[in-house]
């Protein structure tokens, strides 16, 4: 099959932090500046995962760590605070969507 091999890792942890740091449960494979998106985090699905405010949107990472990255902004480049969030309970997804990120600023 043609094109990019899709990436995806199990979230195991999102700190109450600034900035906010996602850690997988295995080696996640990411680079910095890589474009995610989380998922499966919000509602009762079957029980609360917190996060909300992070579920379904793109985030640009920094990598921290084999199985850790922190979450910034990806056209401000800022660093996200997650310390009012709801606390992460379990569960969710980090999708790989981008190597890259460009914003013209039109």
């Not at 910095?32 to 579920?55: E, F, H, K, Y």
């Not at 640009?60 to 800022?78: A, W």
Request: hydrophobic share 35%.
């Amino acid at each position: 099959m043609p094109g990019q091999a899709a990436k995806r890792a199990d979230i195991s942890a999102i700190t109450n932090a600034s900035p906010c740091e996602i850690t997988t449960s295995a080696a996640h494979g990411f680079s910095s500046l890589d474009v995610v998106r989380l998922t499966d985090l919000n509602g009762n699905i079957p029980v609360a995962r917190g996060m909300d405010p992070l579920n379904r949107l793109s985030w640009e990472i920094v990598v921290t760590g084999s199985t850790t990255f922190t979450l910034r902004d990806p056209i401000t480049h800022e660093d996200i605070d997650s310390t009012g969030y709801t606390a992460y309970v379990s569960g969710g997804y980090c999708n790989q969507i981008a190597t890259q990120f460009t914003y013209s600023g039109d």
